[in-house]
T-cell receptor, first 110, second 111 residues
Framework: DAGITQSPRYKITETGRQVTLMCHQT?????MFWYRQDLGHGLRLIYY???????DKGEVPDGYVVSRSKTENFPLTLESATRSQTSVYFC?????????FGSGTRLTVV | SQQGEEDPQALSIQEGENATMNCSYK?????LQWYRQNSGRGLVHLIL?????REKHSGRLRVTLDTSKKSSSLLITASRAADTASYFC???????????FGAGTRLTVKP
């Protein structure tokens, strides 16, 4: 199916662990994004990528790492998870008409 | 920092009424977009309006843009219970591919 998919849908991890959130799109859109959504803050941009092997920091990049070895995949890694990274994470890709979002990953760091 | 700020934070209306949500932003933009988010789901793109446009329609949606006031409004006419969702505006002030979102307006449409 065409679209943008995120996995896992839910994740619970312990403080200090490394965790990777996956994002896959089927359109070959050049631009992809990672946002986190927290109550009272709306969506905040973590990282984005203009193309394979090109990534840039967004508004809140600290504690996160991204890679984009292939156009269709844009994984987000929390190198050492902290409780403040408990959030809902959304991946998106961009076309001329706007962004398309995945269904999100709800991450809980305990 | 947030670029778009939606107002009101929450809005409750009866089915059939019109709903108006506003968005203000701080710096010059190329385009402004509105998105809807149902509870527990991702955001869905509703409409994009460019800085040289003043009004745009899509079905029951009407979006206006006033660049002199740095504001936009989203009007949903003849609302339905299915319109219950959070609505976000997003702007590209930082660059064309770095959209910043507001905190959203939570719309409740009562049957």
């Amino acid at each position: 199916d065409a679209g943008i998919t995120q996995s896992p849908r839910y994740k619970i991890t312990e403080t200090g662990r490394q965790v990777t959130l996956m994002c896959h799109q089927t359109w070959s859109h050049s631009y992809m994004f990672w946002y986190r959504q927290d109550l009272g803050h709306g969506l905040r941009l973590i990282y984005y990528s203009a193309a394979a092997d090109i990534t840039d920091k967004g508004e809140v990049p600290d504690g996160y790492v991204v890679s984009r070895s292939k156009t269709e995949n844009f994984p987000l890694t929390l190198e050492s998870a902290t409780r403040s990274q408990t959030s809902v994470y959304f991946c998106a890709s961009a076309s001329m008409d706007g962004y398309t979002f995945g269904s999100g990953t709800r991450l809980t760091v305990v | 920092s947030q670029q778009g700020e939606e107002d009101p934070q929450a809005l409750s209306i009866q089915e059939g009424e019109n709903a108006t949500m506003n968005c203000s932003y701080k710096t010059s933009i190329n385009n402004l977009q509105w998105y809807r988010q149902n509870s527990g789901r991702g955001l869905v793109h509703l409409i994009l309006i460019r800085s040289n446009e003043r009004e745009k329609h899509s079905g029951r949606l009407r979006v206006t843009l006033d660049t002199s006031k740095k504001s936009s409004s989203l009007l949903i006419t003849a609302s339905r219970a299915a319109d219950t969702a959070s609505y976000f505006c997003a702007t590209d002030a930082y660059n064309n591919n770095d959209m910043r979102f507001g905190a959203g307006t939570r719309l409740t449409v009562k049957p």
